[in-house]
Nanobody
């Protein structure tokens, strides 16, 4: 069972940058879909960005032009580069992966989350 571990969160001032990492315990080469979600305080979890094999990416309107999702299959790691951070980006950030199984189905695996706080 693939496990995902996020890192790179922390406290940053408005306008600053952070890069989040999502390290997988196994190869992500065969994983077609991976993504980043976030859960702001007191709110529901929401989509931030997704990455589909072949290079297709999608972003929430609120982060377009500021965040970039990428993956390095050789390092079994996905990244989220976050620039021009705003206080409203404050949230716990989670990564997930749709992991194919031998039975032909896929399961959705989540990491444990990393806190990002944007404040002066």
């Amino acid at each position: 069972q693939v496990q995902l571990v996020e890192s790179g969160g922390g406290l940053v001032q408005p306008g600053g940058s952070l890069r989040l990492s999502c390290a997988a315990s196994e190869s992500i080469f065969s994983i077609n879909a991976m993504g980043w979600y976030r859960q702001p305080p007191g709110k529901q979890r929401e989509l931030v960005a997704t990455s589909i094999s072949g290079g297709t990416t999608n972003y929430a309107d609120s982060v377009k032009g500021r965040f970039t999702i990428s993956r390095d299959n050789a390092r079994n790691t996905m990244f989220l580069q976050m620039n021009s951070l705003k206080p409203e980006d404050t949230a716990v950030y989670y990564c997930n992966a749709l992991v194919p199984q031998r039975n032909g189905f896929s399961i959705l695996v989540w990491g444990q989350g990393t806190q990002v706080t944007v404040s002066s």
